[in-house]
């Protein structure tokens, strides 16, 4: 058994994201096939292009706030706002996006093989 503590997390940069992310494995593993928990912490002014993923996730606010947008442009006159304890879910290939104005933290559940593909290619930060 192990104990998580936003205070105490070793973070680590995210790749698969736009610079400035963060995140720290909380079980299973992201590459394989199964369910996993994970922590995303995302710096302030913080966006994550329209994307989609290739299996259903479950995005819950665990610290700040985060605006969550459905479609293929990020648009911030169409996002919802969600606050500490709110979740949200998006199915498999769902385009969405975040912003956020201040420091957040996320806790993602979702299954692996876990990936996002951009919508624009040109925002892909692998590249």
Not at 55 to 79: H, S, Y
């Amino acid at each position: 058994m192990e104990n998580f503590e936003l205070g105490t997390i070793a973070w680590k940069d995210e790749p698969l994201l736009p610079k400035g992310a963060k995140s720290a494995l909380v079980i299973g593993n992201p590459s394989k096939p199964g369910v996993f928990m994970a922590y995303l912490k995302f710096p302030a002014k913080y966006e994550i292009p329209a994307h989609t993923h290739p299996f259903a996730e479950v995005i819950t606010v665990l610290q700040g706030t985060v605006w969550n947008g459905m479609g293929e442009k990020l648009d911030r006159e169409k996002g919802s706002k969600l606050g500490v304890g709110a979740s949200f879910t998006l199915p498999a290939g769902h385009a969405h996006y975040l912003w956020n104005q201040k420091e957040t933290v996320v806790l993602l559940t979702a299954t692996g093989p876990w990936n996002i593909k951009y919508i624009n290619p040109a925002d892909d930060p692998r590249k």
